[in-house]
């Protein structure tokens, strides 16, 4: 018999031994403190039915949580509960026996070749924090990464023979990402300048803030979104642009997509499908917009 407290406090601690990301630690641990409210009770784990998830789920809605906010939740219990029954804590997963709600999933936002190369032509590099951020959005663009994988990179780990590094994904999944021949350049002219930057010498972070701290996720989020103010009308600004970007770029240009999959360290190929709906709206798009009898309304043709 396991009590759900103690359940939980097992389970965060169990999360961030086996390489979950810092916010996925968070967001799981919160999942589960909100479950412990709910029940009003510290009950056995066992004890807990689909029941009690589907109301668990009802309450989630009724306090306006998002659809996609009551999936991340339903997804931590689940986690929760498998973790559980490996411990036979409890036999079965209740949070399985409960259908998964299903979101209306936008497109990802996506630059243009030119935007990215206009908002690269932007940054100021005649100083070492300009450089660091354009080595940073040359790596983004160049490999794909997300940015919790650039940020986590340190001094040593480029490949420059290969032009390659290796990068730990999502649940700790290790990949080689590859780099073109620019991002190489910037990396190279930021690394010489790194050292004006330095807070503490004995920093191995490759890329740094411009106080010389390691720099950080939301750090990075407000620059890169400061830069594409004015180039881009897309919704979603985020670093996480430049990986949209990557993935779109290569299969517009006809890159298989299992090797963008592969690439991104996507878990399976539907994961990576989004980004053919993109390149085929974008060549709706420029269909519409250059074929002169593309938006023919034959009903209004004259008759013969």
């Not at 590094?165 to 590859?178: A, C, M, Q, S, T």
Request: glycine share 4%.
């Amino acid at each position: 018999m396991m009590d759900i407290t103690s359940a939980r406090m097992q389970f965060v601690a169990w999360l961030a031994a086996n390489g979950y990301r810092p916010h996925t630690q968070r967001r799981y641990a919160d999942a589960m403190s909100e479950l412990v409210t709910y029940l009003k009770q510290n009950c056995n784990v066992s004890d807990i039915e689909p029941a009690h998830i589907r109301g668990f789920l009802a309450y989630l809605h009724d306090k306006q949580n998002s659809k996609r906010t009551i999936v991340t939740k339903l997804s931590a219990l689940r986690t929760f509960f498998r973790y559980c029954q490996q411990r036979r804590w409890c036999e079965r997963n209740p949070a399985s026996a409960v259908a998964m709600p299903k979101l209306d999933r936008p497109l990802p936002s996506v630059l243009r070749e030119d935007e990215v190369s206009i908002a690269l032509e932007r940054i100021d590099r005649s100083t070492p924090w300009g450089l660091c951020l354009a080595a940073l959005v040359e790596v983004l663009y160049s490999s794909g990464m997300r940015i919790s994988e650039a940020l986590a990179l340190r001094c040593g780990d480029i490949d420059r023979s290969s032009m390659s590094v290796r990068v730990i994904g999502k649940g700790g999944v290790e990949r080689v990402v590859l780099l073109g021949r620019r991002a190489i350049e910037s990396l190279d002219r930021y690394v010489e300048r790194r050292h004006e930057l330095l807070a503490d010498p004995r920093e191995g972070a490759l890329f740094l803030s411009p106080r010389g701290k390691p720099l950080r996720a939301s750090q990075a989020w407000r620059a890169i979104r400061a830069l594409l103010c004015g180039v881009t009308d897309a919704p979603r600004r985020s670093p996480h642009i430049f990986r949209h970007s990557f993935a779109t770029h290569l299969l517009d240009r006809g890159a298989e997509l299992q090797a963008v999959s592969q690439l991104l360290g996507h878990a399976s190929l539907r994961s990576t499908q989004v980004y053919t709906h993109v390149s085929i709206e974008r060549l709706r798009a420029a269909y519409e917009q250059a074929h002169p009898r593309a938006n023919v309304d034959y009903n209004q043709q004259p008759k013969q």
